[in-house]
């Protein structure tokens, strides 16, 4: 059994604060701080450029990627780190496009994250004008698989909603119409359980500072299916995914496995506060996270409908086809959020009416939730988001 009090005491969270955004960025655990101290101090200060051997940061990325493997059912050796989740749906639909030479069609749905859109929209763009993004609504993804797709890219989790698609159902869909997967699981990894290999999934990404709280910029990761990965020729084809980097040939030939997918230096400091930041994970069930996000989810919708009936649900009825996040609908928002951050809770705003709310078992109580819905609620009945401070959109909402 997950001990759920032991895992918020390795967080370091301001005092007064009810964070629900550990979707958006995850809080700083407490074994961070040191980590990345000795890595500064004792690495780079004290080795200079032998820590890439001596600390074995040419490694850190497929050892830290193996570590997330653990938490969305990768076998080792089938992950790795480095760039932004951005550049990874880039290179993972790149090499898919290209193991499926005979089609043009990349599909998606309305719900996905726009930089996932606008990276493919670019790729297709370099690919010649017979290439073609096709977004459809979310519910008509399954029925818009046929032949014509050579790549289904799918976020599993929608960051606005949190509704959830069914992946194990997708991918049998998309395999048997001769389709690969790519999937974003930057609202899945650490937020719900997530099996790639038991669900068949060829390709997937994802983020590390959401809900494995890497910190502001931390890198992304990709995993490949080992039964694809020798195919995979990257796109993307830089010299710490060449097959022997130091050999400095001319000539690019791929790295084994996943690992042809890393590009250059890898960002070693963000390695390796995420390797601390993952510490927190070990010994943690995922289905005992998972029964503790819905119930904490639970909580927060009942007392918000009981509590503000200007707030209009807006995820998915069936807990079994949310995520780890909550969402409401309301007209002033933006206001909203800001008046309930000036209160202590830490929720945050997606345009054009959405209040987004994430649900993290390993720092959050019952209690913290079920407080967070009544100070909510207490915003709505005074209107004390109807302040012109409140209304000023900064540049990050
Ligand atoms: C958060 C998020 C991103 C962010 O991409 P970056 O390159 O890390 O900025 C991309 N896709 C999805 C689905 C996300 O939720």
């Keep these: 059994m997950t001990d759920f009090t032991a895992t918020r005491a390795m967080f370091d969270l301001p005092e007064g604060v009810i964070y629900l955004d550990g979707n958006s960025l995850g809080p700083l655990p407490r074994g961070v701080a040191a980590r990345v101290g000795q890595a500064i101090t004792d690495e ?30 990768a076998v080792p050796g089938s992950v790795t780190m480095g760039d932004t989740l951005s550049i990874k749906v880039y290179q993972a639909l790149a090499s898919a496009l290209e193991l499926r030479p005979e089609r043009r069609v990349i599909l998606s749905d309305t719900g996905n994250f ?39 890219m799918i976020t599993e989790v929608d960051y606005r909603t949190g509704r959830k698609h069914d992946m194990a159902r997708l991918i049998a869909k998309a395999h048997a119409a001769g389709a690969l997967v790519v999937w974003d699981l930057a609202h899945s990894a650490g937020a719900i359980p997530v099996d790639v290999t038991g669900a068949d999934a060829d390709f997937a990404v994802g983020c590390s500072y959401k809900y494995l709280n890497s910190g502001p910029g931390g890198p992304a990761f990709i995993y490949i299916a080992p039964r694809l990965a020798e195919q995979v020729r990257p796109a ?63 909580i927060f919708i009942d007392k918000v409908e009981a509590g503000c009936r200007d707030l209009i649900f807006a995820s998915p009825r069936d807990a079994d086809q949310r995520g780890s996040q909550v969402s409401f609908r309301h007209k002033e928002g933006y206001a909203i959020i800001q008046a309930l951050i000036a209160e202590g809770v830490i929720g945050d705003f997606r345009a054009p009416d959405i209040l987004r709310f994430g649900f993290t078992p390993l720092y959050l109580s019952p209690e913290d939730v079920a407080r967070a819905a009544e100070i909510l609620c207490d915003v709505m009945a005074r209107s004390r988001w109807d302040r012109p401070e409140f209304k000023a959109r900064a540049k990050v909402t």
């Design 236 to 298: 993307l084809s830089g010299w710490l995914g060449h097959e022997a980097p130091f050999a400095f040939d001319l000539d690019y030939r791929p790295a084994r496995g996943v690992e042809r997918m890393r590009v250059g230096t890898p960002p070693i400091l963000q390695l390796a506060a995420l390797d601390a930041a993952l510490d927190v994970w070990e010994g943690v069930d995922m289905a005992a996270l998972r029964a503790r996000s819905l119930q904490l989810q639970q």
């Design 114 to 152: 726009p930089t996932d859109l606008y990276m493919a929209d670019g790729l297709c763009r370099t690919l010649g004008p017979d290439y073609a993004l096709k977004t459809v609504a979310p519910e008509a993804v399954e029925d818009a698989i046929d032949d014509s797709v050579a790549v289904l």
């Design 44 to 73: 780079w200060g004290q080795m200079l450029i032998t820590g890439w051997n001596r600390a074995g940061w040419i490694d850190l990325p497929a050892r830290v990627g193996d570590r997330i493997g653990r938490l969305i059912g």
